[in-house]
């Protein structure tokens, strides 16, 4: 019995590449040492695996920003407006990722989705009629990355983002369609994957996860078609073997379709996949390889050994050992490197975390017990001890609070029509108000306050009142550049989420727990231990303070209940559902404490809304909306009727669940819509969407700066879906990533671009 990792992580145990890949942007260091970097973190993690036994260890995993777009790259699908730049083959892959400005052109970067139900970005490929796929073999990265690896003495399997996928994700413009992809598609993997053969490449790994999304007979069919011709060729060509690799979920749409393939291993995940145990006693090929996704690598929790090998015993019953590998349920991209790294924070927790080396210990420890070696028996005998005794004691006050709840408990008084009309007049705002979604730029000072403050070397009072200036300057610089609402800016927090749980009881946290959400930007998911519930006032003086210094309303700033949710990594005794409702009576609060506080509008941000919504749609409300938006709802029923609640939502298809957001009952919602083209403006107007909605205008992932017109065009699209009475003008996001200048000139763009639409709307009239 064998063992497999599907991917490691790669930004590096210290964010190494996070800072390589910036330092690059900055122009502080060329693609030289940007790819020494990568090539020193790439080792790290090959080592590491061959050290605990791996048999399948993966290459062409890791990337310098995305896989799909690196699968983009491969392809040569490449759209002419990037192409048409001139630049070097890294400057056009950075300027799809990011978009660019700059004397050769001004693009927009491609759109972005959030993968799956994960908080991982992923950038959506762009493919038009007239594409035709040029896929340099020779020199591909996974050719590079494979021939990396077996310098180092470590063989590995090379992945590859499946054509299915890439087709069924990727944007389609023009009057083209996946099916004029296909053939070429898989003409072009076929021509990788004859390359990687001689290289000495055994395996190679197609990652299919679509195959775990509703599929209808012509997804069914499609998929079908691609794969018979790619296994019948590369079978025939190169005799490599190929593993279908699937996670996220079940496969039931198309498991008859993946069994008679042919496919020489198939990938299946029994930690989401509901149906996938049941579908391998149906039927599974002989002579295939099944790689079993047993050890979690979403969360970080440690694995139960005596129910995984009851699961293992049952896969062995239906195929040999030696056809068994024993594997991770997903990519450990979404879990943090090691507990290795953890030195003071949460060491009494530590023995319970597994990050991603430990996941690898995990899956040593399995096949040790499953051999019956001395090693395996100590192990299991430790593991077995570790789940004997409960992790931590219930908090009575905060089950109880739960446990009471009532519907109207969930029901906002009065009516959205009614409050509506309340708030119009209570506010005096003009038509089409501006605002930003709350972050402004963390400068290096805004940390080294906060990183001073935490480590004592500063006190409070200095702690404070740096924070109270920066407050200061962000509203005086919102009042010249003439925001209708105004944030405070937030230079309190180092992230949304954890700033909220350091004022939280029940959580614990990391150091070093770091996992990639999109390109250069990591986060540092903090850990539901225990029951939640609010310790302290949270926002509460930042925000008075800051509409101490402003006539204009200023909002103040929260976390959603099921976005801390999402963010955190949630414990696995209870049920995300308990999770969210404890978080929201918490959050419930400090919304209250902020109206008491003289505070007028509320914004409470889901971001996270969609990121544990089943993948299948049939689970949707019975699995996850049915307790998502009364979380949310329960949040701000008890505010008056003049209180205006906001929310915010980004980087996540919202389109099939648009009926679900309105009905969560905020008097306001923005949206990242611009890097997706607006699209989400059909389906807000097929719904006959009531609530005040703000779609962003424009990009804040890029450094590029919008013009008037830009904008402007964007907002009268805008005007054609959304009545004017309705419609806020804001930035897809937090601005927290760009920098001062250009924050200020994308900004004043903004309010010029909304007064000049007042002004066509006033001549219309």
Same mark, same amino acid.
């Given at each position: 019995?064998?063992?497999?990792?599907?991917?490691?992580?790669?930004?590096?145990?210290?964010?190494?590449?996070?800072?390589?890949?910036?330092?690059?942007?900055?122009?502080?260091?060329?693609? &030289?040492?940007?790819?020494?970097?990568? $090539?020193?973190?790439? $080792?790290?993690?090959?080592?590491?695996?061959?050290?605990?036994?791996?048999?399948?260890?993966?290459?062409?995993?890791?990337?310098?920003?995305?896989?799909?777009?690196?699968?983009?790259?491969?392809?040569?699908? &490449?759209?002419?407006?990037?192409?048409?730049?001139?630049?070097?083959? /890294?400057?056009?892959?950075?300027?799809?990722?990011?978009?660019?400005?700059?004397?050769?052109?001004?693009?927009?970067?491609?759109?972005?989705?959030?993968?799956?139900?994960?908080?991982?970005? #992923?950038?959506?490929?762009?493919?038009?009629?007239?594409?035709?796929?040029?896929?340099?073999?020779?020199?591909?990265?996974?050719?590079?990355?494979?021939?990396?690896?077996?310098?180092?003495? =470590?063989?590995? &399997?090379?992945?590859?983002?499946?054509?299915?996928?890439?087709?069924?994700?990727?944007?389609?413009?023009?009057?083209?369609?996946?099916?004029?992809?296909?053939?070429? $598609?898989?003409?072009?993997?076929?021509?990788?994957?004859?390359?990687?053969?001689?290289?000495?490449?055994?395996?190679?790994?197609?990652?299919?996860?679509?195959? &775990?999304?509703?599929?209808?007979?012509?997804?069914?069919?499609?998929?079908?078609?691609? #794969?018979?011709?790619?296994?019948?060729?590369?079978?025939?060509?190169?005799?490599?073997?190929?593993?279908?690799?699937?996670?996220?979920?079940?496969?039931?749409?198309?498991?008859?379709?993946?069994?008679?393939?042919?496919?020489?291993?198939?990938?299946?995940?029994?930690?989401?996949?509901?149906?996938?145990?049941?579908?391998?006693?149906?039927?599974?090929?002989?002579?295939?390889?099944?790689? @079993?996704?047993?050890?979690?690598?979403?969360?970080?929790?440690?694995?139960?050994? /005596?129910?995984?090998?009851?699961?293992?015993?049952?896969? /062995?019953?239906?195929?040999?050992?030696?056809?068994?590998?024993?594997?991770?349920?997903?990519?450990?991209?979404?879990?943090?490197?090691?507990?290795?790294?953890?030195?003071?924070?949460?060491?009494?927790?530590?023995?319970?975390?597994?990050?991603?080396?430990?996941?690898?210990?995990?899956?040593?420890? +399995?096949?040790?017990?499953?051999?019956?070696?001395?090693?395996?028996?100590?192990?299991?005998?430790?593991?077995?001890?570790?789940?004997?005794?409960?992790?931590?004691?219930?908090?009575?006050?905060?089950?109880?609070?739960?446990?009471?709840?009532?519907?109207?408990?969930?029901?906002?008084?009065?009516?959205? @029509?009614?409050?509506?009309?309340?708030?119009?007049?209570?506010?005096?705002?003009?038509?089409?108000?501006?605002?930003?979604?709350?972050?402004?730029?963390?400068?290096?000072?805004?940390?080294?306050?906060?990183?001073?403050?935490?480590?004592?070397?500063?006190?409070?009072?200095?702690?404070?009142?740096?924070?109270?200036?920066?407050?200061?300057?962000?509203?005086?610089?919102?009042?010249?550049?003439?925001?209708?609402?105004?944030?405070?800016?937030?230079?309190?927090?180092?992230?949304?989420?954890? #700033?909220?749980?350091?004022?939280?009881?029940?959580?614990?946290?990391?150091?070093?727990?770091?996992?990639?959400?999109?390109?250069?930007?990591?986060?540092?998911?903090?850990?539901?231990?225990?029951?939640?519930?609010?310790?302290?006032?949270?926002?509460?003086?930042?925000?008075?303070?800051?509409?101490?210094?402003?006539?204009?309303?200023?909002?103040?700033?929260?976390?959603?209940?099921?976005? =801390?949710?999402?963010?955190?990594?949630?414990?696995?005794?209870?049920?995300?559902?308990?999770?969210?409702?404890?978080?929201?009576?918490?959050?419930?609060?400090?919304?209250?404490?902020?109206?008491?506080?003289?505070?007028?509008?509320?914004? +409470?941000?889901?971001?996270?809304?969609?990121?544990?919504?089943?993948?299948?749609?049939?689970?949707?409300?019975?699995?996850?909306?049915?307790?998502?938006?009364?979380?949310?709802?329960?949040?701000?029923?008890?505010?008056?009727?003049?209180?205006?609640?906001?929310?915010?939502?980004?980087?996540?298809?919202?389109?099939?669940?648009?009926?679900?957001?309105?009905?969560?009952?905020?008097?306001?919602?923005?949206?990242?819509?611009?890097?997706?083209?607006?699209? +989400?403006?059909?389906?807000?107007?097929?719904?006959?969407?009531?609530?005040?909605?703000?779609?962003?205008?424009?990009? +804040?992932?890029?450094?590029?700066?919008?013009?008037?017109?830009?904008?402007?065009? $964007?907002?009268?699209?805008?005007?054609?879906? =959304?009545?004017?009475?309705?419609?806020?003008?804001?930035?897809?996001?937090?601005?927290?990533?760009?920098?001062?200048?250009?924050?200020?000139?994308?900004?004043?763009?903004?309010?010029?671009?909304?007064?000049?639409?007042?002004?066509?709307?006033?001549?219309?009239?």
């Amino acid at each position: 019995m064998k063992t497999a990792v599907i991917g490691f992580p790669r930004i590096g145990k210290a964010r190494e590449l996070k800072f390589a890949v910036e330092k690059y942007f900055a122009g502080m260091q060329d693609t &030289v040492e940007l790819e020494k970097t990568a $090539a020193e973190i790439r $080792a790290y993690g090959w080592n590491r695996q061959r050290d605990a036994g791996i048999g399948f260890i993966p290459s062409n995993d890791f990337s310098l920003y995305d896989n799909m777009l690196d699968t983009a790259m491969m392809l040569g699908a &490449v759209p002419e407006r990037y192409a048409s730049l001139g630049l070097s083959e /890294t400057g056009t892959y950075f300027a799809m990722a990011r978009g660019f400005q700059g004397s050769q052109g001004d693009v927009k970067a491609l759109a972005m989705k959030k993968w799956f139900n994960t908080n991982y970005h #992923y950038l959506v490929p762009e493919l038009d009629a007239g594409m035709n796929f040029r896929c340099d073999s020779e020199h591909s990265k996974a050719l590079h990355e494979y021939r990396e690896a077996k310098t180092l003495g =470590i063989e590995t &399997v090379p992945v590859l983002i499946g054509p299915y996928t890439f087709l069924q994700l990727a944007r389609y413009t023009g009057k083209s369609s996946r099916n004029d992809f296909a053939a070429a $598609a898989a003409d072009a993997y076929c021509s990788l994957i004859a390359t990687l053969a001689p290289a000495g490449a055994a395996w190679i790994q197609l990652a299919e996860p679509a195959l &775990v999304l509703d599929m209808i007979p012509d997804d069914c069919a499609f998929f079908d078609s691609i #794969y018979k011709t790619l296994l019948a060729e590369v079978h025939r060509e190169s005799g490599v073997r190929v593993l279908l690799q699937t996670y996220f979920g079940d496969v039931r749409d198309c498991w008859n379709a993946i069994c008679g393939l042919g496919f020489d291993g198939i990938g299946i995940d029994f930690i989401e996949g509901k149906s996938n145990a049941a579908l391998l006693r149906q039927a599974f090929p002989q002579e295939t390889y099944l790689f @079993a996704g047993i050890v979690n690598g979403k969360n970080i929790w440690r694995t139960d050994y /005596t129910k995984t090998l009851e699961l293992v015993k049952g896969l /062995t019953r239906i195929v040999p050992e030696d056809r068994l590998v024993l594997n991770t349920s997903c990519p450990l991209l979404h879990v943090p490197y090691t507990t290795a790294s953890e030195r003071e924070k949460g060491r009494d927790a530590l023995c319970h975390f597994s990050f991603a080396e430990e996941k690898l210990g995990e899956l040593r420890d +399995i096949k040790a017990v499953l051999e019956d070696t001395d090693t395996g028996r100590t192990a299991l005998a430790e593991n077995r001890k570790l789940f004997s005794v409960p992790r931590t004691a219930p908090d009575a006050a905060v089950c109880n609070s739960v446990n009471s709840l009532a519907p109207a408990d969930f029901e906002r008084k009065p009516a959205f @029509a009614e409050r509506e009309l309340i708030q119009k007049k209570e506010f005096g705002l003009p038509l089409l108000p501006t605002t930003t979604i709350g972050s402004f730029p963390q400068t290096k000072e805004v940390r080294a306050n906060r990183a001073s403050f935490k480590k004592g070397s500063i006190g409070r009072e200095h702690y404070i009142q740096f924070n109270r200036e920066k407050i200061a300057e962000c509203i005086a610089l919102q009042e010249k550049l003439g925001l209708d609402v105004l944030v405070h800016g937030e230079f309190e927090r180092n992230d949304m989420v954890e #700033y909220f749980g350091d004022h939280l009881d029940g959580y614990v946290f990391t150091e070093n727990g770091w996992v990639q959400s999109y390109g250069t930007r990591c986060v540092k998911p903090p850990v539901i231990w225990g029951d939640i519930s609010r310790r302290e006032p949270i926002t509460i003086p930042w925000s008075v303070y800051a509409q101490s210094c402003t006539k204009k309303p200023v909002k103040g700033m929260l976390t959603g209940p099921v976005t =801390i949710l999402n963010w955190s990594f949630p414990r696995d005794d209870i049920s995300l559902k308990e999770q969210a409702f404890q978080i929201a009576f918490a959050i419930r609060a400090e919304v209250l404490d902020l109206e008491k506080n003289g505070i007028r509008i509320i914004q +409470i941000d889901e971001a996270a809304l969609r990121e544990k919504l089943p993948l299948r749609k049939a689970d949707r409300h019975t699995d996850y909306l049915d307790w998502a938006v009364p979380a949310f709802r329960l949040v701000h029923s008890g505010v008056k009727p003049e209180t205006q609640i906001h929310t915010h939502m980004c980087y996540s298809e919202f389109n099939d669940i648009i009926a679900d957001i309105d009905a969560m009952d905020a008097d306001v919602i923005t949206f990242e819509a611009s890097r997706s083209d607006l699209t +989400i403006l059909d389906a807000l107007n097929k719904a006959c969407f009531r609530t005040e909605v703000g779609p962003g205008v424009y990009d +804040i992932h890029s450094p590029r700066i919008p013009s008037v017109e830009e904008i402007a065009d $964007a907002l009268r699209k805008m005007l054609q879906k =959304i009545p004017a009475e309705k419609l806020w003008v804001n930035p897809d996001c937090g601005l927290k990533t760009r920098g001062e200048k250009e924050t200020a000139a994308s900004l004043a763009n903004l309010v010029a671009a909304a007064q000049q639409i007042r002004r066509e709307l006033l001549q219309h009239e």
